[in-house]
T-cell receptor
């Protein structure tokens, strides 16, 4: 079975500090992994995706994530938080059939001025 | 740009009413999905469709049905709305796996959501 665990439902960082949002997956086959961001009262927007090419994936707005097979992790990072990064972030894994995603429960990021 | 639109941003209905949520995408995607989003539970898949007139149950299909008569439109139906169906409903679409550069999965594009309140 496939699943995604996001550690920490709420994360607070100071403006300019490192952002680290954690995602661990469980998959019986090589996964495709995604990070989405949701701003208040909006749908989800793709930040980045891992599709078995480079293990370090760069996304929009300065975010990146590293696929670590040995740790079954796909943590999201950004070197310097900006106020506009305050949002909810979701990690997702796709299964071998390719069409269905499994989402984590989300991490709400607060950026403190 | 892919555009996924949902018929309403906010909807208030009464218990027992039949509710229709409509979703339209303009990118000729084969796959369409309905999720509900609740605090602390993330996104849970209700139904998805990989072709016209085709549907598959997701993780929480009870109390819902769907209709896909045209490729661009996917409707979610609450036959008899109940208060525990108060939630944010998100529609998404994607290309069928294998159709974009050989990838066996493709990103999902989301609509803005419909916040449904059942009184």
């Amino acid at each position: 079975a496939q699943s995604v665990t996001q550690l920490g439902s709420h994360v607070s960082v100071s403006e300019g500090a490192l952002v680290l949002l954690r995602c661990n997956y469980s998959s019986s086959v090589p996964p495709y992994l995604f990070w989405y961001v949701q701003y208040p009262n909006q749908g989800l927007q793709l930040l980045l995706k891992y599709t078995s090419a480079a293990t370090l994936v760069k996304g929009i707005n300065g975010f990146e994530a590293e696929f670590k097979k040995s740790e079954t992790s796909f943590h999201l990072t950004k070197p310097s938080a900006h106020m506009s990064d305050a949002a909810e972030y979701f990690c997702a894994v796709s299964v071998n059939t390719g069409n269905q995603f499994y989402f984590g429960t989300g991490t709400s990021l607060t950026v403190i001025p | 740009d892919v555009k996924v639109t949902q018929s309403s941003r906010y909807l208030v209905k009464r218990t027992g009413e039949k509710v229709f949520l409509e979703c339209v995408q303009d990118m000729d995607h084969e796959n369409m999905f309905w999720y509900r989003q609740d605090p602390g539970l993330g996104l849970r898949l209700i139904y998805f469709s990989y072709d016209v007139k085709m549907k598959e149950k997701g993780d929480i299909p009870e109390g819902y049905s769907v209709s896909r008569e045209k490729k661009e439109r996917f409707s979610l139906i609450l036959e008899s709305a109940s208060t525990n169906q108060t939630s944010m409903y998100l529609c998404a679409s994607s290309l069928r796996a294998g159709t974009s550069g050989g990838l066996r999965t493709n990103e999902q594009f989301f609509g803005p959501g419909t916040r449904l309140t059942v009184l």
